[in-house]
């Protein structure tokens, strides 16, 4: 039987992952191997170390209950991680990067030559970057809140486990924050908003200083671990950037009062948000988001990454 290649990154070999807990997800192609986000130690093995994403590579027989995957869906992954570690660009312009690339590929026909062009276009997206053209077309999205203002009051519903924030005063007034979210009117939705993203634009740089990769390995991990973006690739670039956003909701929410945030502390709100997201609940609490936008989850998800 030929062998295939065994992808193993760092975090993996982090000496507080318990290596029960690793998880091998097999395709026929290769074998990832990979943790679930929802244990802190996991999270911090994924989101604080910047060598957490250095592979070790080796070969294996692939699994009998190994998962096929056609070449196309192999190049939009590979390119999708290139996106979201494009150079020195924001979180925001790498997830619009990602969407341009989805966007662009969703248009190729399927021929022989569609592998190719897919795996180009990172390069022809960080040329663009280059020459301040993606930060002039991400500049140009337009202002639609309506799905940012559903997804601040939808925090308020979710069945966080907030027991996993650390001995802190303000993982004790946070859960009662977040729960007034869903309580408030138009106009109270409306300034919080502008609040936040205040917060955000004030003191997010701040709060990433000393882990500047920390957002990025998310990214990173997301696009990795789940092969993004699987047989429906604009449902799943919404489904991340819906993510996203409300991961950095959190963070805000959690800076509001002044209240200075440490790279620990995002890690913990990842791993509450992580653990609410792989559970049964979220199927229940997370609406469906694509009506907003009659369907056009790429247009749906670019409202979130708009300036």
């Known amino acids: 039987m030929n062998s295939i290649i065994c992808y193993q990154p760092e975090f993996t070999r982090n000496p507080a992952v318990d290596s029960?807990?690793?998880?091998?997800?097999?395709?026929q192609h290769e074998t990832r191997r990979s943790l679930l986000l929802n244990e802190l130690a996991h999270c911090q093995a994924v989101l604080l170390d910047p060598q957490a994403f250095a592979l070790h590579i080796s070969a294996r027989e692939p699994g009998a209950d190994a998962l096929a995957v056609d070449t196309r869906l192999q190049a939009l992954n590979q390119a999708a991680i290139d996106c979201v570690t494009l150079p020195g660009l924001s979180e925001e312009l790498r997830l619009y990067a990602l969407g341009v690339m989805l966007s662009t590929?969703?248009?190729?026909?399927?021929?022989?030559?569609?592998v190719q062009r897919i795996a180009s276009m990172p390069g022809w997206l960080a040329r663009h970057a280059e020459q301040g053209e993606l930060q002039r077309m991400h500049g140009e999205l337009p202002a639609i809140d309506v799905l940012k203002s559903q997804?601040?009051?939808?925090?308020?519903?979710?069945?966080?486990?907030?027991?996993?924030?650390?001995?802190?005063?303000?993982?004790?007034?946070?859960p009662m924050q977040v729960g007034l979210l869903m309580l408030q009117d138009a106009n109270s939705e409306a300034q919080m908003q502008q609040q936040l993203a205040q917060v955000w634009q004030t003191h997010g740089a701040q709060c990433q200083?000393?882990?500047?990769?920390?957002l990025t390995h998310y990214l990173v991990y997301r696009v990795y671990h789940d092969l993004f973006p699987g047989n429906h690739p604009e449902h799943s670039y919404l489904q991340l950037v819906c993510d996203y956003f409300q991961l950095k909701t959190l963070f805000s929410l959690w800076m509001m009062e002044g209240t200075a945030l440490s790279a620990q502390e995002m890690t913990a709100l990842i791993g509450l948000f992580e653990q609410w997201r792989v559970c049964e609940a979220?199927?229940?609490e997370r609406d469906c988001r694509h009506e907003l936008f009659a369907g056009n989850d790429l247009l749906a998800a670019f409202s979130l990454i708009a300036g």
């Open 209 to 214: 200083a000393q882990t500047p990769w920390l």
């Open 151 to 174: 997804l601040i009051r939808e925090l308020g519903v979710m069945s966080l486990d907030w027991t996993r924030l650390p001995d802190h005063p303000r993982s004790v007034t946070l």
């Open 20 to 27: 029960r807990q690793i998880v091998d997800i097999h395709y």
């Open 282 to 284: 979220q199927h229940q």
């Open 105 to 114: 590929a969703s248009n190729l026909p399927q021929e022989a030559e569609c």
